[in-house]
């Protein structure tokens, strides 16, 4: 194993700590940064500013993941010498945007307004940030120089899905910190276990 490889998994398994340190943290109550917003938002969903939210959401939220499977799936069909690529970037996609699944039942957290299921971590935010982190690393091996605008779309469709959900009151801000710390931790540590990380131009 590289070192450069170590420190992914050791920077994977920070962020899944703090993922699980932050969910034991605001799993009996919310703290004040959470509240405060909640205040702020509530009945917001009912209003334009909700409305445009929820419009938002419909993109960028769990239909992410899915189109990215879908176009990898196209890719290894079509270029033959990206199939093994696009199957190791499906699996890390299939595994960060199981985190909230896997997680909602283990925090059980309730959200801020009454709405089906549980809250701790978003759905929508993981689908967001997960379909950024593989869209990342398919721009490093393919198109290195898209990596900086990947990157850049990726951050504000996460802040801006993650503000969404809060505006529409189904989710605390602390939940939506919790996706991205899971889709950070079980990204970064499949990556390297599936060889994807150090990236092609990084140091071994």
């Not at 199939?83 to 299939?94: M, N």
């Not at 919790?178 to 950070?184: D, E, F, M, Q």
Request: glycine residues 8%; aromatic residues 6%.
């Amino acid at each position: 194993m590289t070192l450069r490889r170590g420190l992914h998994l050791l920077a994977g398994a920070l962020l899944l700590i703090g993922f699980v340190i932050l969910g034991l943290f605001v799993d009996d109550r919310p703290p004040p940064v959470d509240v405060a917003l909640a205040d702020a938002f509530r009945g917001q969903y009912t209003r334009p500013a909700g409305q445009v939210a929820d419009l938002i959401t419909n993109v960028l939220g769990p239909v992410l993941p899915f189109a990215l499977g879908a176009l990898l799936a196209v890719l290894a069909w079509r270029r033959r010498d990206l199939t093994v690529l696009c199957v190791k970037l499906a699996v890390v996609l299939l595994l960060c945007r199981l985190t909230s699944l896997v997680a909602k039942p283990v925090f059980y957290r309730e959200r801020p307004r009454e709405f089906p299921d549980l809250s701790y971590p978003s759905g929508h935010v993981v689908a967001v940030a997960c379909t950024g982190f593989v869209a990342v690393l398919l721009c490093a091996w393919t198109r290195p120089r898209l990596v900086r605008l990947a990157i850049t779309i990726a951050v504000a469709a996460t802040v801006i899905g993650a503000l969404c959900r809060v505006v529409l009151g189904v989710h605390w801000l602390t939940d939506t910190a919790g996706s991205v710390l899971a889709v950070g931790g079980v990204g970064l540590i499949s990556a390297a276990w599936l060889g994807l990380l150090p990236l092609p131009e990084d140091p071994a």
